[in-house]
């Protein structure tokens, strides 16, 4: 038996968790990416897009192999008690992994687009560069930001091969809608939960394509200013 | 006579070697030199903002950078007034928040300074708008009324008069020369107009080259 509204449920929840977990960290190597000058840093964006490139299954083999009870992370990682293999918090993983390029891209491409004479000028107003990094850049970055966040719960709903690799296809704890629908095909009597299941994936789609476009344009509204000064600025210059 | 600027630095800016040896004991300085000299790179120096030059930077007494000692004050610790060519004024925020920008708590309590200021640079009508329903020159003045509500202890202007129509210029020119002297504030000013220059500064150097040389008064 398939329970539809669980997998529902199981869905959002670790799309969510990924989500808000991602932000932190699309945000840091967004801003990197963008402003700081650092070593490495080609080697650095290349990773970053891995989990785009790589087949979903491989990327799971490989978080298998990081996380698993084997390695020394893993082992860790259960001795505190936060086991990934094979558990909610493998679901969590999986999403958060293949959904991060999108979301760091995302970020980085919000950062590039604002001029940091923004933050320069906040900087001789004699705001410190990290309160101007909170009061300045990140709201000015905020519309792309949000959504990033939402391309990557997105991918994290549909997120299929690292999550069966990674977490397994168990009912009522690993069980995403993705699998679900997998497990569906092969069970006669299972239409009725794969039309709710199809039919969830396809509003959440729409929901996040309709999100996504709304947010892009915000973003290019709230910096539509800045392209007109800054071009103002190189014919004058 | 004391110096007020001391600058002996050099950086590179693109593309662009700038070697740039400036003293004044002027209080109303003025750098001109065609476009692309490098001459906002001069206030970008002063002001403390990347990119980081090599050598001396002293203004007001006060060592900001000296290379080889490691010193550097950084640019919010400057008190500089720095008014870019362009505005950058948040484009999300009013005009007057946009002036309280970075005030914190003392925001609230700037409301009768942001009055004069803005009444004498003619934008007091314009204080709830966003800047995307500003002109240029209306963005200008914002940003220099931004700068002045500091109170600075030394003015940096890019081109502050460039984006202003005939009849404000002369206006502006007067209100940044009041407020200069009421409030002892001595400025440094970027222009390639001479009219800028002959109306706002006592001293002038021209960038050329990626060189500064002092035009007037002439060197004795």
């Known amino acids: 038996m398939i329970d539809a509204a669980a997998a529902i449920r199981l869905s959002l929840e670790s799309a969510l968790v990924a989500t808000l977990l991602g932000l932190p960290l699309a945000v840091a190597l967004g801003y990197a990416l963008a402003r700081v000058p650092f070593r490495g840093k080609a080697i650095v964006s290349a990773a970053v897009v891995g989990p785009l490139v790589l087949p979903p299954v491989v990327t799971g083999l490989l978080l298998l192999r990081l996380l698993g009870r084997q390695a020394p992370l893993g082992r860790l990682l259960d001795a505190v008690g936060l086991p990934v293999p094979f558990t909610l918090l493998g679901v969590i993983v999986a999403a958060l992994v293949v959904g991060l390029p999108l979301f760091v891209a995302a970020a980085r491409g919000a950062f590039e687009a604002i001029d940091p004479r923004y933050e320069e000028v906040s900087w001789t107003l004699g705001v410190s560069p990290w309160r101007t990094f909170l009061t300045v850049t990140l709201p000015l970055a905020l519309p792309g930001l949000l959504a990033g966040a939402v391309l990557a719960f997105a991918r994290a709903l549909g997120e299929f091969g690292a999550t069966v690799v990674l977490a397994g296809n168990m009912e009522g704890r690993t069980r995403t809608i993705a699998l679900a629908v997998y497990a569906l095909l092969d069970l006669p009597e299972g239409d009725a939960a794969m039309e709710e299941l199809v039919g969830v994936s396809l509003l959440l789609a729409l929901g996040a394509m309709v999100g996504y476009e709304a947010l892009s344009r915000w973003q290019r509204r709230r910096l539509e200013l800045d392209r007109v000064d800054q071009g103002a600025g190189r014919a004058a210059r | ?220």
């Not at chain 2, 002027?26 to 030199?33: Q, T």
């Not at chain 2, 919010?76 to 970075?102: D, M, T």
């Not at chain 2, 708590?105 to 300074?113: D, F, I, L, N, T």
């Open chain 2, 1 to 220: 006579m004391t110096a007020v600027v001391e600058i002996d630095v050099a950086l590179e800016v693109g593309a662009l070697r700038l070697s740039l040896r400036l003293s004044s004991g002027a209080r109303r300085l003025a750098i001109c030199g065609p476009s692309g000299a490098g001459k906002s790179s001069a206030l970008r120096v002063l002001a403390g903002l990347p990119p980081r030059a090599v050598g001396r930077v002293s203004a007001l007494g006060e060592t900001w950078q000296d290379s080889e000692r490691r010193a550097f004050v950084p640019a919010w610790r400057r008190g500089v007034g720095w008014v870019p060519q362009e505005a950058h004024l948040l484009p999300h925020r009013s005009v007057r928040e946009n002036l309280c920008w970075g005030m914190g708590e003392a925001g609230a309590a700037a409301g009768p300074a942001v009055a004069e200021v803005a009444a004498r640079l003619e934008i007091a009508a314009l204080l709830d708008r966003r800047p995307r329903h500003l002109s240029g020159g209306e963005r200008q003045r914002v940003a220099l009324a931004r700068a002045l509500l500091r109170q600075p202890r030394l003015l940096l202007l890019d081109e502050p008069l460039s984006a202003l129509d005939r009849g404000h210029r002369g206006r502006v020119a007067a209100v940044i020369d009041a407020y200069a002297r009421e409030h002892a504030v001595p400025l440094v000013l970027v222009s390639h107009d001479e009219r800028d220059v002959a109306s706002l500064a006592d001293e002038v150097w021209e960038m050329d080259e990626g060189q500064l040389r002092r035009l007037t008064p002439a060197a004795s």
